[in-house]
């Protein structure tokens, strides 16, 4: 994926996925995901799979659509998502954190101008629920609120985060639950086929995601389901 994640997902297709390279054009810019074991040399990840991967075996990563690095509108973002389902890249990864729900929310406007049996895989995450701002010091503890990915922070990453929201720190059972309800609310319902645990790389997340009541717990909940 587009960040260094630290807990492996739901989804059937569970290889390890290392960034291939960039194709751009004016249109669009689609970040294309090779498949097979990803290992690191020096700073570099590299592909070790022999074959050059098909349309089929790619991901469009979706955090560039919620501007990661450089703002993106709407209109560029709608071309890239047309761009790659036109050249059969169907699967998308992307996650609440990316824009503040921007990410899934551009998928989800550009799903509902596609064709019903045009089948489109979508990826996401869970351990952060978002939020309004003016929820804050009310129904929301502001100690739970990540202020580093808010618009305007200096850390801030996504130059198309909403203004108006903040992401709240959540890896419980009912968090992630309520998550992904939230994910399908923005990204359309039977669409996402499967999650993660996201930024789950420190001490305290894994060991808050592998509690009783943690988000591991709440991704097996979804599954029996058949979410």
């Given at each position: 994926?587009?960040?260094?994640?630290?807990?492996?997902?739901?989804?059937?297709?569970?290889?390890?996925?290392?960034?291939?390279?960039?194709a751009?054009?004016?249109?669009?810019?689609?970040?294309?995901?090779?498949?097979g074991?990803?290992?690191?040399?020096?700073?570099?990840?590299?592909?070790?799979?022999?074959?050059?991967?098909?349309?089929?075996?790619?991901?469009?990563?979706?955090a560039?659509?919620?501007?990661?690095?450089?703002?993106?509108?709407?209109e560029?973002?709608?071309?890239?998502?047309?761009?790659a389902?036109?050249?059969?890249?169907?699967?998308?990864?992307?996650?609440?954190?990316?824009?503040?729900?921007?990410?899934?929310?551009?998928?989800?406007?550009?799903?509902?101008?596609?064709p019903?049996?045009?089948?489109?895989?979508?990826?996401?995450?869970?351990?952060?629920?978002?939020?309004?701002?003016?929820?804050?010091?009310?129904?929301?503890?502001?100690?739970?609120?990540?202020?580093?990915?808010?618009?305007?922070?200096?850390?801030?990453?996504?130059?198309?985060?909403?203004?108006?929201?903040?992401?709240?720190?959540?890896?419980t059972?009912?968090?992630?639950?309520?998550?992904f309800?939230?994910?399908?609310?923005?990204?359309?319902?039977?669409?996402?086929?499967?999650?993660?645990?996201?930024?789950?790389?420190?001490?305290?997340?894994m060991?808050r995601?592998?509690?009783?009541?943690?988000?591991l717990?709440?991704?097996?909940?979804?599954?029996?389901?058949?979410?």
């Open positions: 994926g587009e960040e260094d994640e630290g807990a492996s997902g739901t989804g059937t297709k569970g290889i390890a996925w290392g960034i291939a390279g960039i751009a054009t004016s249109a669009a810019m689609v970040a294309v995901v090779c498949l074991r990803r290992r690191r040399q020096g700073s570099e990840l590299e592909c070790a799979a022999g074959a050059m991967p098909e349309q089929g075996d790619l991901i469009l990563g979706g560039a659509l919620a501007g990661m690095f450089r703002s993106m509108g709407e560029e973002a709608m071309e890239i998502l047309e761009r389902t036109d050249l059969g890249i169907t699967d998308i990864d992307t996650a609440p954190h990316y824009g503040l729900g921007i990410s899934e929310e551009r998928i989800g406007k550009f799903l509902k101008t596609i019903q049996e045009m089948k489109v895989n979508v990826w996401t995450k869970v351990g952060r629920l978002i939020r309004e701002k003016d929820e804050v010091g009310r129904s929301v503890d502001p100690a739970t609120v990540q202020w580093d990915n808010v618009a305007g922070a200096s850390d801030c990453i996504f130059k198309e985060c909403h203004p108006g929201r903040v992401p709240v720190l959540d890896y059972s009912s968090g992630a639950v309520t998550s309800g939230e994910s399908e609310e923005r990204i359309g319902r039977g669409r996402i086929v499967g999650l993660r645990v996201h930024d789950c790389e420190s001490k305290e997340t060991d995601s592998l509690a009783a009541d943690g988000a717990f709440g991704l097996l909940a979804l599954k029996r389901l058949n979410k």
